[in-house]
């Protein structure tokens, strides 16, 4: 459906998704469905909530907020939908930061997916790996996951979020964790 995205969730401000407070911003579909998977109900690939880019930062976006992350389901399923959030944030200035469970060779090779590459600050690239998950790391799940710096706007030493974690009580009651767990996955 051209520019606009399949949405699982939105998280108006976190400080456990990355570097300072942030939009996240769940995508809808995922074919990899890793084994242990943080957010397993964004595998199916049915239509949840269509939104176009510009109506998603429009409705989200606050004052305060330093940067977008983007994470899933996966992101690479929708990319031309992803390369025009990805746009729309670094035209206002806010940082951009990926996960992906491709590899950053998978995204290359495909001419949307690398479009993007270039309005993003900070990419965390493959699938999770649940042997591989260890209690505290870099902002990732599993220790074979890469993080990408692509620009000088974030080092290494600002995505360690060890034992990280919001919870957050939706109006209807139900109770979401994000971030890092200390306690292993």
């Not at 108006?12 to 996240?24: D, E, H, K, M, Q």
């Amino acid at each position: 459906m051209g520019d606009s995205l399949n949405i699982h969730a939105v998280l108006a401000r976190s400080r456990v998704n990355g570097p300072g407070t942030r939009l996240v911003i769940f995508f809808q579909g995922c074919a990899r469905a890793c084994d242990g998977c943080f957010n397993p109900d964004t595998h199916s690939f049915e239509e949840r909530e269509r939104v176009t880019p510009e109506a998603l930062l429009g409705k989200h976006l606050s004052t305060g907020i330093e940067g977008i992350t983007v994470s899933g389901g996966e992101p690479f399923a929708q990319p031309r939908g992803l390369l025009r959030l990805l746009e729309l944030a670094a035209a206002s200035g806010l940082s951009t930061l990926v996960y992906t469970g491709f590899t950053l060779e998978e995204i290359m090779d495909d001419q949307a997916g690398a479009r993007c590459l270039e309005f993003i600050d900070v990419l965390v690239d493959g699938p999770f790996d649940r042997k591989l998950a260890e209690p505290t790391l870099l902002a990732r799940g599993s220790s074979n996951q890469r993080i990408h710096l692509f620009t000088s706007r974030y080092s290494l030493e600002d995505l360690y979020m060890p034992g990280k974690v919001e919870v957050i009580i939706g109006p209807d009651g139900d109770i979401r964790k994000t971030g890092f767990s200390s306690l292993g996955a």
